[in-house]
Nanobody, 112 residues
Framework: QVQLVESGGGLVQAGGSLRLSCAAS????????MGWYRQAPGKQRELVAS???????NYAASVKGRFTIARDNAKNTVYLQMNSLKPEDTAVYYC??????WGQGTQVTVSS
């Protein structure tokens, strides 16, 4: 079982930036896919970005060009750099490993 701990959420004005971190309890080298998801009030959880061990990435159309997912295997951590934030990015952001394990989530609120 992989434990994931997210951090870095907060309140930011539209146009601002945040970097989310997800620390894994085991080596991220052994995790074939890690991803960031988000869930806004009253909406389903959706994929924001994913990163495979080979380096391939996948982004939701709504965040492409603004968000970047990256991993630091030396720190067993995956990051989500979020730039040009919009109020519609407001959600709880969750880290995921193997498509199975979830972190507790971190709140991101973007004010207009």
């Amino acid at each position: 079982q992989v434990q994931l701990v997210e951090s870095g959420g907060g309140l930011v004005q539209a146009g601002g930036s945040l970097r989310l971190s997800c620390a894994a309890s085991e080596s991220t080298v052994s995790i074939n896919v890690m991803g960031w998801y988000r869930q806004a009030p009253g909406k389903q959880r959706e994929l924001v970005a994913s990163l495979a061990s080979g380096g391939s990435t996948n982004y939701a159309a709504s965040v492409k060009g603004r968000f970047t997912i990256a991993r630091d295997n030396a720190k067993n951590t995956v990051y989500l750099q979020m730039n040009s934030l919009k109020p519609e990015d407001t959600a709880v952001y969750y880290c995921n490993a193997f498509g199975l394990f979830w972190g507790q989530g971190t709140q991101v609120t973007v004010s207009s």
